[in-house]
């Protein structure tokens, strides 16, 4: 009898363990998921523009909202969440980079909040700095963690766009620290830049 | 001095120095923002992101940038009051400065810097090319304005015909397929669209066209009309090309902007190599699949051929892929429909998987189908670049288990960390003259 006791202790502490070996192995399940639900996840972040009133102002966000979109906005600023981004947290922002020549900057909350996020600046704010890099105060951004420079080739209509789909999208309180020193070859020898998973931002 | 005490002496001594110090920090805090006498620390921080310390246009985020900014050092500027050999006089340098070129992303840095700073700017950027020193500015005279009307505008269209400005800039103005307009540095450029005045870098006013008539866009194909037309004419021409105006999208109603958005996609079906471009620039495919250097300049001949080490524990050292169309290392290997899905589903040509990130396929999936075509038709005839990308290196399995288990566990971040440099095998090339002098 104690014997039996024994083995199946012995076979349930092996189970046991090759189970975990299998959870450490299989989870997170990015590639056994299917494509379509990230596809699906990412397009469901986004919201619709059907409850703006002014149809003409409906019309160029559903634009602002393809190109926003498609340029995937939310591999940055959507807040991340220690199972990856968090949709109720869309573009507000949070995600750290430590530049080689920009030090450590946090992704900017770009959902309409009064008092950390874009309510506080003018569409010509928002369109410098997406097609300058340059912030309201004169602060050069870090063309290496936001590609401003590649978005400075948008047409002023659909950086227009993209203004006014922000204008529209839910509003988060998320205050997102300024930037600060740092340097990547300090975190890794060699490295040109660092960009973390979790959330430096406050709710 | 001698009868003072000792301490009557150190108090007296403290209380100048802190008088000095306060003096100091009223004067700093008078001027929020730093004084002119440091312009070096103002362009360096304001300007050579883009123009480069040494002012040669090849500053670390200057290569996405179209137009490419400009090298101050030979002197030409675009927007003048001069006479197209001409240098430009400070005013017209501190106007660009001041309102910036719109369309592009040189801004307008009135309100974030002041008149002083800026005039200093003006000052600073002269000093890199030696015609300043050698060279007066010959401003172009400037005849009375004729004021607009039905008469002026047909006279205008005639001699907008009469002079050739449709060969590039289409008729009408709307823009005509050129081909690869080059700048005298061998840039591409683009003939604007004469019906979109808000993107004028010089400005939309019938006075400031008729400038750019005179004057020429130095280093372009725009050429100065002062000796090959009457001067009557290019008022003329100013008045037609301000009457081209359409209605950007901010002013139409709902149904003017949805004929718009639908005229805007013909145009793009029927040229989907120009849509192409656009979407691969805009996306930022670059970002990820030039390769760049320790500041963040992108390596010279590796737009898009890849070679860009991202090290993601725990899956391993990521290299991105060649996008250009070369047979043996980039695209040309694959089919159209091999690329989409992989952008579109993150499928590999052998059926193996991406991960969600940092390659960003579950947002693109969203692009309508005629835009995949577009980027497909585009990458194809992105020039080959021979760059063989290493496969991904994965961590052995312990170490890979260890690593998940301080991740899900221990609730570790292990941040992506992204290497300067090319791993493939077209190496790190220096950047060569050429580039140089962009």
């Not at chain 2, 003048?80 to 992303?105: K, Q």
């Not at chain 2, 700017?121 to 005849?143: G, I």
């Amino acid at each position: 009898m104690k014997r039996i006791v024994k083995w199946v202790a012995l076979v349930v502490v092996i189970l046991a363990a090759c189970g975990f070996v299998a959870f450490l192995y299989f989870i997170p399940p990015l590639t056994s998921m299917a494509p379509e639900e990230f596809v699906n996840g990412e397009g469901a972040m986004a919201p619709p523009v059907d409850g703006i009133a002014d149809p003409a102002v409906r019309a160029i966000a559903e634009r602002g909202r393809y190109v926003l979109l498609t340029t995937e906005c939310t591999g940055c600023h959507v807040t991340p969440g220690p199972q990856g981004p968090i949709p109720e947290m869309y573009l507000a922002g949070g995600r750290t980079f430590v530049t080689a020549a920009h030090g450590t900057v946090v992704t900017r909350n770009l959902t309409p909040d009064k008092e950390t996020g874009l309510a506080r600046r003018t569409d010509e704010d928002v369109k410098r700095v997406l097609r300058s890099g340059v912030f309201p105060d004169g602060r050069p951004i870090s063309h290496m963690a936001m590609p401003w420079a590649q978005f400075s080739n948008w047409s002023d209509e659909d950086l227009h766009a993209v203004v006014v789909y922000l204008r529209h999208i839910k509003p988060v309180r998320h205050e997102i620290p300024p930037p600060a020193p740092g340097t990547p070859d300090a975190i890794v020898p060699g490295a040109v830049e660092v960009v973390y998973g979790s959330d430096a931002g406050k709710k | 001095m001698a009868s003072v005490p000792t301490g009557a002496r150190w108090i007296a001594l403290a209380a100048v120095c802190l008088l000095l110090v306060g003096t100091a920090v009223g004067i700093a805090q008078s001027g929020a923002k730093p004084e002119p006498t440091d312009v070096k620390h103002l362009y360096d921080t304001s300007c050579a992101n883009c123009h480069g310390t040494d002012g040669r246009g090849h500053g670390p985020a200057a290569d996405p940038l179209n137009p490419r900014p400009r090298d101050f050092t030979r002197g030409w500027y675009k927007f003048r009051s001069t006479a197209a050999d001409s240098i430009p006089t400070d005013d017209d340098l501190y106007r660009t400065i001041e309102v910036g070129l719109p369309g592009t992303s040189m801004l307008g840095w009135k309100g974030i810097l002041s008149e002083a700073q800026m005039r200093a700017l003006v000052a600073y950027v002269k000093q890199f090319s030696p015609r300043f020193a050698s060279e007066r500015p010959a401003p172009v005279a400037v005849t009375r304005q004729i004021a607009t009307s039905p008469e002026s505008i047909q006279k205008g269209r005639a001699a907008y015909e009469s002079l050739g400005c449709g060969a590039c800039h289409g008729e009408g103005g709307a823009g005509a397929d050129a081909g690869a307009l080059k700048d005298d540095w061998g840039n591409d450029v683009y003939a604007p669209n004469l019906t979109e005045p808000w993107a004028f870098r010089g400005g939309r006013s019938a006075a400031d066209i008729y400038l750019r008539l005179k004057t020429g866009i130095t280093a372009t194909p725009m050429p100065s009309f002062a000796d090959t037309a009457k001067d009557e004419d290019l008022w003329h021409v100013a008045n037609y090309v301000v009457s081209l105006a359409r209605k950007p999208v901010w002013e139409m109603t709902a149904d003017e902007i949805k004929a718009h958005y639908a005229s805007q996609a013909q145009k793009d079906a029927a040229n989907p190599v120009q849509r192409g471009r656009s979407l691969v620039s805009t996306m930022a495919c670059g970002h990820c699949h030039t390769p760049i250097d320790r500041e963040g300049r992108a390596l010279p001949g590796l737009t898009l051929a890849g070679g860009a080490k991202f090290r993601m524990v725990v899956w391993g050292d990521i290299v991105t892929p060649n996008l250009t169309s070369d047979n043996e290392t980039g695209l040309g290997r694959y089919g159209d429909d091999d690329i989409k899905r992989a952008f579109t589903r993150g499928i590999k040509h052998d059926g193996s998987r991406m991960l969600p990130f940092p390659m960003g396929w579950a947002a693109y999936a969203h692009l309508t189908p005629q835009d995949q075509d577009a980027i497909v038709a585009y990458l194809r005839t992105v020039p080959p670049v021979k760059n063989q990308i290493p496969p991904p290196a994965r961590l052995g399995l312990p170490a890979f288990l260890i690593a998940k288990f301080q991740m899900l566990i221990g609730g570790k971040d292990f941040p992506i960390v992204i290497f300067p440099g090319n791993a493939g095998s077209a190496g790190n090339p220096a950047a060569s003259p050429a580039a140089e002098q962009r």
